[in-house]
C-alpha cells in the first residue's frame, strides 16, 4: 500500500508541472463550480460560486477575459444573485520588462451590496516585484471612471459618476507543485470623497489532482461603502484549466 501511494503521488507531481505561456502556448482557459450548502433542523442555505476566465497572450501583449455568478438563498430568500464581469489588456515594453501599461473594463451588478449596474473603466500601470516560478508579486495602480446606479443605505436609489484611484496587487504561490495560493485584493477610493470606497479581496487555494483538474477553496471580501453593504463568502468545489 506504501508503495501505492508513492506511485500516486509521484504521478500527481509529474502531470503538474506548472504550465507557462510560451511561443507555441498563447491561451489559458480556467473554469470552475464550487459552493456551499447547509441543512440542519428546518434550516437549509447555499451559496454556488461560477467563474470563467481566458488568457491570450502573446510576445509583449497580454489579453484577459473574466466572469462570474454567485447565488445564494436561505430560508429567508435570496441572501446572493451577483454577476461580474471584466476585460482588460497589458502591454508590455519587451519580454523581459517588469513594468507594463493596462486598461481595464468592468460591469458589475450585486443584490447583496445592493448596486443595480456599475460600469468601470480605465487606464493604468503595474510592476512586478517578484517574478519566479515559485512566487508572483505584482501591484498596480491606475485612474477608472465609474458610472453607476445603487440603492442607498436609506433605500433611495442613487445614480452617480466618479473618478477612482484602483490600487490592486495580485499574489501568485507556489510552494509545490501540486499546491498554488492566489491572492488579488483592490482598494478604491473616490478621488472626490476618500470615505467613498470599494474593497474587494479575493483568496485562492488550490490542490491540483491531475494536469488539468484541482480541488480549490475560496475566500471573497467585498464592501461598498456608499451602500454601507458587505459580504464574506467561502466556497469550496472543482477548478478546470488548461493551456493550449
Known sequence: MDRICLILLFSLLQQAAAAQFNDSVNHYLNAGLSGTLNQSAGN?????????????????????????????????????????????FNIYRDTASRFNY???????????????????????????????PR??????????????????????????????????????????????FESTSFWQPSLKNSS????TCQLGLNLRLIKWLSLSTNLNYNRLSRTNKENLLFTYGLVFERYF
Open 196 to 199: 467613498d470606497y470599494i474593497i
Open 135 to 180: 512566487l508572483y508579486l505584482r501591484v498596480s495602480d491606475g485612474i477608472l471612471f465609474e458610472q453607476s446606479d445603487i440603492i442607498r443605505p436609506d433605500s433611495i436609489r442613487e445614480r452617480y459618476n466618479t473618478f477612482r484611484n484602483s490600487l490592486r496587487l495580485q499574489l501568485k504561490w507556489y510552494p509545490y507543485r501540486i499546491l498554488s
Open 44 to 88: 437549509k442555505n447555499y451559496l454556488l460560486n461560477n467563474a470563467v476566465k481566458y488568457g491570450f497572450y502573446k510576445r509583449k501583449s497580454g489579453l484577459n477575459f473574466n466572469a462570474g455568478w454567485i447565488y445564494g438563498q436561505n430560508n429567508d430568500g435570496v441572501t446572493n444573485n451577483d454577476f461580474t464581469t471584466a476585460l482588460d
Open 102 to 132: 493596462w486598461g481595464l473594463t468592468a460591469y458589475t451588478t450585486s443584490y447583496s451590496l445592493k448596486i443595480n449596474n456599475q460600469f468601470q473603466g480605465g487606464l493604468g500601470g503595474a510592476y512586478k516585484l517578484v517574478d519566479n
